[in-house]
């Protein structure tokens, strides 16, 4: 409960009146003064009686990607048995850091009636959009106190980066014998491990010797050795976006568009992916089909961070010790061109490399030695170069 500016002068103005009246004996000051006192009570009271109101939050869709439509649609219930609540909330929505407030006018809302309010949410930047609660402020006729409650709980909506698209994949360490790429879900390629049968499995790959003394049906899982494992590298250090300001870095937004290009090529052509950020966090494994949503989460919850060389120093050597994929992709901007060296040092534990650089391009760029480089300098031109790779 706030008391302005209105209330504290009307207060203090009524306590000077009334004893102004008695020691003066002026019975119209005090009157006054009487008046000015118990209007400020009256005030009070008034802001104490709040409504009793239910709020449903429902967001939909709640990961959109930039530019794309998100709605989020509030239903606020009177649960009060008496008086009708006409008041104008007000619901937060905004990123991290932003305070950004949303008008959501309760007019003459009855006494176990509800309403519908809907309306759309920024998505016109990459990022994690943040919405509720809703805060109802209550204030008196004369404006001389203020309350602010919360009601309803919150949600999230992830913009992704814009994707653009990408014909060509990487074919991987060595090719399928029937084609390009094998989709046989159960392939006779490579035996991987042995699991329990499950209804529909074929019974020429059930493991007799195996099932006969676990007393259970056991089948031989088979891996293919031809896909690509697609390993995803973007540097989140703010030191290697030489545009970076307070508003945020247009290099940076292009290479999580390059990212989101990436996964979004693998997904249509069903291909294990990871994604690893240099300051640390990763998302992905297995086929992409289940891993997606945590991919795209993660480009969304990116940011350029803080750290230097040791930051890649570091992401270097876990990819170096644990290699999840035979295809690593690198993405930086112009000013983490002087880095390239650590990248280039994978070249062994990964058959194949490539340093995606993003950005204005400048009179002077060191060339990588032994690694394919994919020079753009936006996400749209990042797909035509990848495209345009006669060659992995």
């Avoid at 009157?31 to 009271?45: D, K, R």
């Avoid at 090719?175 to 046989?184: E, F, K, P, Q």
């Avoid at 999840?324 to 112009?334: A, C, E, H, R, S």
Wanted: charged share 20%.
């Amino acid at each position: 409960m706030i008391v302005t500016l209105r209330g504290v002068g009307l207060t203090a103005g009524g306590v000077v009146l009334l004893a102004a009246g008695f020691t003066f004996g002026y019975p119209e000051l005090a009157v006054l003064g009487a008046t000015a006192v118990i209007a400020q009570l009256h005030a009070l009271v008034h802001a104490a009686l709040r409504p009793r109101l239910s709020v449903t939050r429902s967001v939909e869709p709640d990961r959109v990607s930039r530019g794309e439509g998100s709605t989020v649609t509030l239903t606020v219930r009177n649960t009060g048995r008496f008086g009708a609540a006409t008041l104008v909330a007000h619901d937060q929505c905004g990123r991290a850091g932003q305070s950004a407030t949303v008008p959501v006018p309760l007019l003459r809302l009855r006494p176990g009636h509800d309403t519908d309010v809907s309306y759309p949410v920024p998505t016109d930047r990459r990022g994690v959009v943040d919405v509720g609660p809703l805060q109802v402020t209550r204030r008196d006729p004369l404006g001389l106190v203020s309350v602010s409650r919360s009601h309803g709980d919150t949600a999230r909506i992830w913009v992704y980066p814009k994707s653009h698209l990408i014909q060509a994949v990487p074919a991987g360490i060595s090719r399928s014998l029937d084609g390009r790429l094998d989709r046989v879900p159960h392939g006779a390629i490579t035996f991987d491990t042995l699991r329990e049968y499950v209804i529909g499995d074929e019974l020429r790959h059930v493991h007799w010797r195996t099932s006969a003394k676990v007393g259970e049906l056991m089948v031989r899982e088979h891996l293919d050795t031809s896909l690509p494992q697609l390993v995803v590298l973007l540097d989140d250090r703010a030191g290697s976006w030489a545009d970076r300001d307070t508003t945020g870095s247009a290099s940076f937004e292009s290479a999580c568009e390059a990212a989101a290009s990436i996964v979004a090529a693998a997904t249509r052509e069903d291909l294990p992916v990871t994604l690893h950020l240099v300051s640390g966090p990763a998302a992905g494994g297995g086929r992409i089909r289940g891993a997606a949503r945590g991919l795209l989460d993660l480009l969304a919850e990116a940011e350029p961070a803080p750290g230097g060389d040791e930051l890649l120093v570091t992401a270097t050597s876990r990819l170096r010790q644990h290699r999840p994929g035979d295809t690593l992709i690198y993405l930086t901007g112009t000013a983490g061109l002087t880095d390239l060296a650590l990248v280039s040092g994978l070249k062994g534990p990964f058959p194949s490399v490539a340093v995606g650089v993003l950005g204005p391009r400048l009179a002077q760029e060191p060339q990588p030695a032994g690694v394919l480089l994919l020079r753009a300098e936006d996400g749209e031109d990042f797909a035509a170069v990848w495209d345009g790779v006669a060659r992995w």
